[in-house]
């Protein structure tokens, strides 16, 4: 059974039809790249997967279990979004970093809430939100060092390149120990000295055996760390498949031209 499972999601803006249907599955310790033009619908599909959009239709499973029915009603897709966080770990394209704290409390900042959530219900492993913060923090200095970045703890975003910063995104997505990791063009505000700090981090946690799904334009990228690619154009699926196949032997013709597009 796949880890994740996507069925017929379909999201419409007004009049505008931008996801048509979508279904996939995702084997656990997989790295999933989705592919496209802008406009195609991958970052669409990759917020409504990870709750920051309703889907209008469909199904997403974890474990066999649903996590979000569009046949639910307005408690239950609200309750499904609180969880989300549970599920899934978001990295944004512009970082979303608060600039009114440093790289730990940055990363701290949500499980630390959470924690107080459970505290409170009585169901939280630490006996107070002191033990729990002290915990948290300690957790998350673990992650700074994971992402290469254990000398500038104590920095605020402004202190930071954009390459660091994205860093410090990455392990903030970490600290919530989702089943899947989602990025969204995580290298598109990055100058290419930049890019490849962030794509290292990546391939690091694909070899440690991270389910990822990664809205991406590095197309060579793509090619070196997916164990799957999905290519998009106008809402829907247009090919699908191990990434030596997309790459070396495309066969739709919108296929053909994005990747003819890309390489000159």
Request: aromatic share 6%; hydrophobic share 40%; glycine share 8%.
């Amino acid at each position: 059974m796949a880890l994740l499972e996507v069925r017929n999601i379909t999201k419409s803006f007004g009049k505008t039809d931008v996801l048509k249907g979508i279904s996939f599955d995702l084997n656990e310790g997989n790295v999933l790249s989705i592919i496209g033009s802008s406009g195609s619908g991958k970052t669409t599909l990759l917020r409504c997967i990870n709750f920051l959009e309703s889907a209008d239709r469909g199904t997403i499973s974890i474990d066999g279990e649903d996590v979000y029915n569009a046949e639910w009603d307005k408690k239950q897709k609200k309750l499904a979004m609180r969880r989300g966080c549970k599920y899934f770990g978001m990295v944004f394209q512009n970082f979303n970093l608060f600039p009114q704290y440093n790289v730990v409390d940055n990363i701290a900042l949500a499980p630390i809430l959470h924690e107080k959530e459970l505290i409170k219900a009585g169901t939280s492993q630490y006996p107070n939100i002191k033990a729990a913060t002290e915990a948290i923090r300690d957790k998350a200095r673990e992650l700074v060092a994971i992402v290469g970045l254990s000398e500038k703890e104590k920095n605020y975003p402004c202190e930071l390149s954009g390459g660091q910063q994205q860093r410090v995104a990455i392990a903030r997505a970490l600290a919530m120990q989702p089943d899947i990791l989602c990025f969204d063009e995580p290298t598109s505000a990055l100058d290419p000295e930049l890019t490849g700090e962030v794509l290292r981090v990546i391939r690091e946690l694909r070899d440690n055996g991270r389910t990822m799904i990664v809205v991406t334009h590095e197309m060579e990228f793509a090619r070196q760390v997916s164990d799957h690619v999905i290519f998009m154009a106008d809402g829907v699926i247009e090919e699908q498949g191990a990434p030596e196949d997309l790459f070396g032997n495309p066969q739709s013709e919108h296929l053909k031209s994005f990747l003819s597009g890309i390489s000159k």
